[in-house]
């Protein structure tokens, strides 16, 4: 066992505060972590918060987590002491499933082990984030992180990063590709960087106007304000796939209305509550709503890589532990740009 110290939530109503606990010892094919930086995802504070249903608390959330090797155990080959390592959403799986063993390990038949907010495959040790100062995980679990890249802007690849650049992936973006990216967030802006780099014409939908000149610089083409009257008249079949990375419920009928012929509409925000949807906006055109979530860890490590070749990271406002609570709050009113990371040595 290691001390750590971090940051936790102790119930749904109250604020996050100074939380000290103890991590397993290093197992045969665990490494342990000094962690750098630690983003915060609009996940945490649904979780946090209970709006995805009842949490396991006390809870140290935190799933984008970056840092550096200082331990290994005896079986470990893929770290030595002193590499930058990455831990995202999840930290086990059962292992031997046919998803766990073709790379999709978030899709493991037995349910993947979340960061935080979840038990260890005991059954009983609750699983704490990356809110702290030090880090245990199992090898296969974990990425490498090349050694170019900022790690503050790192930090958050490790969920909004992946999570984008997975449904860009399936869906075969391509420089023939008209993408739309609904909300320009932590997960938003990561997916105008990557869909950019793959050469799709980028349309932000935001209804935050400040944001156009970042989704200009991002990579889109173009910016939709869709606070405006009627905004998706003009844009009617004009899309094929069009990710939703909003976390409040929203109206998806006009963006179902701006895909084309066998267009996509990807759902990747998880408010908590049940969309409506119009069955015509679905007829016609042959249009689909689909969902994704994260990535496997080979595609994790995929992502690590083309961020590294292509020198992407995210764009971050570097915060010190005891702005958490506030970063919280201005996460919820849309004013991040684009993500709030954690400074680990303030804990
Ligand atoms: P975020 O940084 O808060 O970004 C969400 C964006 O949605 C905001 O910046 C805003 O963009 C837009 N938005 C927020 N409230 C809105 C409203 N009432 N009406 C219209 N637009 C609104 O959040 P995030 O960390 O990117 O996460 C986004 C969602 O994805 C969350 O629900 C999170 O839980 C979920 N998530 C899913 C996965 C997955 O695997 N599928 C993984 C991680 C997170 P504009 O200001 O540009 O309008
Ligand atoms: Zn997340």
Redesign the pocket.
Known sequence: MREAKGYAVLSKSKPLEPFNFSRRAIGARDVGFEILFSGI???DI?QAREEWGPSIFPMVPGHEIVGRVTQVGAEVTKFKDGDLIGVGVFVDSCGNCDNCNRGMEHFCREGMTGTYNSLERDGKTIAFGGYSNYFVINERYAVSIPSNLDLAGVAPLL??GI?LYSPIRHWNVSEKSRVGII??????HMGVKFAAALGAEVTVF???QG?MDDALKFGAKKFVNTDQEEWHKPLRKKFDLILN????E?DLDPYLQCLDTDGTLVI????GKPYAVHAGSLLDGRRSIAG???GGMPELQEMMNFCGENQITSQVELIGANYINEAYER?IK?D?KYRFVIDASTF
């Open positions: 995802c609009h996940s649904h969920c909004a999570t909300g320009l967030g932590g997960l938003g935001s209804h935050s944001k990375t909003v976390s409040a929203i990747i925000g998880l408010p994704s979530m994260i996460t849309s991040v």
